[in-house]
């Protein structure tokens, strides 16, 4: 695993030198700049996904009971009146 990780860098380290026009003597920031971004997309790679926000079953049914003793939240829709001019 070590052994492709060093290709890594190395095959980055390398697509910088060329991006910045093959410039001498920069080999070693080069290779600590693609040290840097390997393991940055290692480490983003393994972050855990975050946890979903979950209601518990009595958050649920107390919304509910609010839902239901709400006459602005029926689930009838309401009747327009339309006043004749």
């Known amino acids: 695993m070590a052994a492709h990780k060093e ?3 190395r095959q980055r380290a390398h697509a ?3 991006r910045e026009g093959k410039p001498h ?8 700049q693609a ?3 390997i393991e940055q997309e290692d480490a983003a790679s393994v972050a ?4 979903k926000k979950t209601r ?4 649920k049914a107390t919304e509910t ?6 006459p602005k939240t029926s689930a009838k829709p309401r009747r327009r009146v339309l006043k004749a001019d």
């Open 35 to 37: 040290t840097r971004e």
């Open 16 to 18: 910088i030198w060329e």
């Open 48 to 51: 855990p996904p975050k946890p």
């Open 65 to 70: 009971k609010k839902t239901a003793a709400d």
């Open 25 to 32: 003597g920069s080999d070693a920031r080069h290779w600590d």
């Open 56 to 59: 518990s079953a009595a958050t």
């Open 7 to 9: 290709e890594r860098i």
